[in-house]
């Protein structure tokens, strides 16, 4: 498939945008994705919501994030570089307009690098503090920050198994750098269940 060689030029102005869409689509996001059957998962995701602790917030944040780098980046408004809805019926992006293979990777690596990165970096560091105290007081917020990232790991590994099959991949998640990052996503959720274990052990002192 032709596409015009155009790429984004003000990658600041972008990070701004995103920061600003993440905000204001959060609840949109969590409404439309999450599964509303299970009980416990939106009432948990409810009480993050209401909560106005930093930390929880944040992990809110990275689960809104993490979501955008899964779906198609497509153009959208009457701007559309002059490119016209996909047609063909075999093709992944039938029925839209996908953004240029550079402006695919800029955008993918601005939410990657400039928010989720500086996200998680902060995050992990404030749940190190916090079970490191061992203080019942900190039980909510960690278990909360917890059930987020573990929802979150679990999501992004099913989007990994259905790109795999979608693009007809090798493994079960996909190329090398598909699987190193799942395997990433199975340590995280180890390290996310030994706090689990710190929490239930902080509840008996």
């Keep these: 498939m032709e596409m ?55 992990a809110l944040k990275l ?27 075999l093709s992944p992006w039938v029925g839209i307009i996908p953004v240029t293979p550079l402006m695919d990777q800029q955008l993918d690596q601005t939410v990657i ?18 079970t490191k105290e061992r203080a019942k007081e900190n039980i909510f917020e960690i278990y909360i920050t917890t059930f987020i990232l573990l929802n979150n790991s679990a999501v992004q590994l099913a989007h990994a198994r259905q790109f795999a099959k979608r693009y007809g991949m090798s493994g079960r998640y996909g190329p090398y750098g598909k699987y190193k990052e799942s395997e990433n996503h199975f340590h995280a959720l180890g390290l996310c269940l030994h706090i689990s274990i710190t929490i239930t052990e902080a509840q008996s002192f």
Aim: include cysteine.
């Design 113 to 130: 690098q400039w928010i989720l990165e500086p996200l998680k970096q902060s995050i992990l560091a404030s749940l190190k503090r916090l």
């Design 63 to 89: 689960w809104t994030t993490s979501r955008l780098i899964e779906r198609t980046w497509r153009l959208c408004g009457e701007d559309t570089l002059g490119l016209e809805p996909i047609s063909d019926n």
């Design 4 to 58: 015009p060689r155009y790429c984004l030029s003000d990658i600041e102005e972008v990070k701004s945008r995103m920061l600003e869409y993440t905000d204001v689509s959060q609840h949109s996001y969590l409404q439309n994705l999450l599964d509303s059957s299970n009980k416990i998962l939106w009432d948990t995701f409810e009480i993050a919501l209401r909560s106005e602790r930093p930390l929880i917030q944040q």
